[in-house]
């Protein structure tokens, strides 16, 4: 069985600033909800951070 590690990924809207967490590669990276804008990766919050 292969695992698949899912790593929280922090999108924002670069028009509308609103953000909202995916879990990559399971999900792609969605357009914006409020505004149709295709949001960019804002943050990755699993990696990284805490050392
Ligand atoms: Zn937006």
């Given at each position: 069985m292969e695992e698949q590690k899912l790593e929280a990924v922090e999108v924002k809207c670069p028009k509308c600033g609103y953000t909202m967490i995916i879990y990559m590669p399971k999900e792609e990276i969605p357009?914006?909800?409020?505004?149709g804008t295709q949001m960019v990766i804002s943050e990755l919050l699993d990696e990284g951070k805490y050392y």
């Open positions: 357009k914006c909800p409020k505004c």
